[in-house]
């Protein structure tokens, strides 16, 4: 047992100090045949009982102000999903041509901003992802960022529970937003990806690389069995073998599930360093080379199992102050019929 309010057990010091204030003097009884057997032991100890039940009140209202209480049954609350972090290359080849269209697609509101563009302009809070008309030619990152932002969208329709994170890289990787489960305000920074793009692409021959990052994330913000890394790229750096045993063993070690999606004609046609890494980690391998395989590949991904995110509170509280209030009036109630027939003065 254990007490919310341990505190209101100093007020136990006040109760010798009543017995020892309080007058004494004969002891008087209410009818003369008790007091011609006054030498019983009975009648001895009735004597007494209105200082026994005082003391006795005091103690139980006491404790119960303290709020006593015992442990319950534990309780499990649990969240179906998964831990994603998805790593987009956002390299200079990334705004080279990409084929097909984007089709027009409003998001829900609720995903929107809430602020106009010229307040975002003028606060410096950027600006929202805008699909290139087809005089200007579609890029590989704006195919990527649309397929990104309707995984998203699918993800916070649904209510899975899916945890997802974003890091972007090009010679180093950096964390674009960290893992959450606020999905509306990972939809809105997605929107900045086609503003940032870099340099050149490093998968991890100079550490850190976008998989070294992500599995230090998962390590210390992720909460789901099953941890999933997407790797949007399409890069062609090549990989040594110490570099392609150091993230082998990173991933497998982590329990990584991990998915390529190769983005442009290269990586759709050619086996480069990234993706051989890919099949020695036995992941799966999407080649895309037009706007509807991206989507139809993220669409895939979308429907991969499902874990369980757990979070249990092994120890629950249950009040019981009120077994020690009623007990306490219990106890006055007899201290004032006592009164009736035994009296100190």
């Not at 200082?51 to 009140?57: E, N, R, V």
């Not at 990527?144 to 994170?165: H, M, P, V």
């Not at 340099?199 to 991890?204: E, I, L, S």
Request: hydrophobic share 45%; aromatic share 10%.
């Amino acid at each position: 047992m254990t007490f919310a309010q341990p505190l209101w057990f100093l007020a136990l010091t006040a109760l010798p100090m009543l017995l020892v204030f309080k007058k004494r003097g004969y002891l008087g009884f209410s009818h003369n045949s008790l007091h011609t057997a006054s030498s019983s032991r009975m009648l001895w100890a009735l004597a007494r009982m209105p200082y026994l039940l005082l003391g006795s009140t005091l103690v139980l209202l006491v404790v119960a102000l303290a709020r006593p209480q015992v442990p319950g049954d534990p309780v499990h609350r649990t969240i179906p999903g998964r831990d994603i972090i998805m790593a987009v290359d956002i390299s200079f080849s990334m705004s080279f041509p990409f084929k097909g269209k984007l089709e027009a697609h409003t998001p829900p509101k609720e995903l929107d901003f809430q602020t106009t563009f010229l307040e975002r302009r003028r606060e410096n809070k950027g600006m929202k992802f805008v699909q290139p008309e087809a005089k200007e030619g579609l890029q590989r990152i704006h195919a990527a960022q649309s397929a990104l932002l309707q995984f998203i969208e699918n993800r916070w329709k649904q209510k899975t529970g899916d945890r997802i994170g974003l890091i972007v890289f090009d010679s180093k990787p950096r964390y674009a937003w960290p893992i959450t489960d606020d999905l509306r305000m990972l939809y809105r920074k997605t929107q900045f990806l086609q503003t940032n793009l870099g340099n050149a692409t490093n998968f991890g021959r100079v550490p850190p690389g976008p998989i070294d990052l992500a599995v230090q994330h998962f390590k210390e913000s992720g909460q789901a069995k099953s941890k999933v890394l997407i790797l949007a790229t399409d890069g062609e750096d090549e990989i040594d073998p110490m570099t392609e045993d150091r993230i082998i063993r990173l991933v497998k070690e982590n329990n990584l599930r991990f998915y390529l999606v190769g983005i442009g004609e290269t990586l759709a046609r050619k086996d480069v360093g990234i993706v051989k890494l890919t099949e020695r980690l036995q992941g799966r391998i999407f080649r895309v080379e037009d706007a509807q395989s991206l989507l139809d590949c993220f669409n895939t991904i979308d429907k991969l199992e499902k874990s369980e995110v757990t979070v249990s509170q092994m120890e629950t509280r249950n009040d019981v102050f009120f077994y020690f209030a009623w007990a306490a009036l219990a106890s006055l109630a007899l201290l004032l019929v006592s009164e009736i027939f035994v009296s100190t003065r």
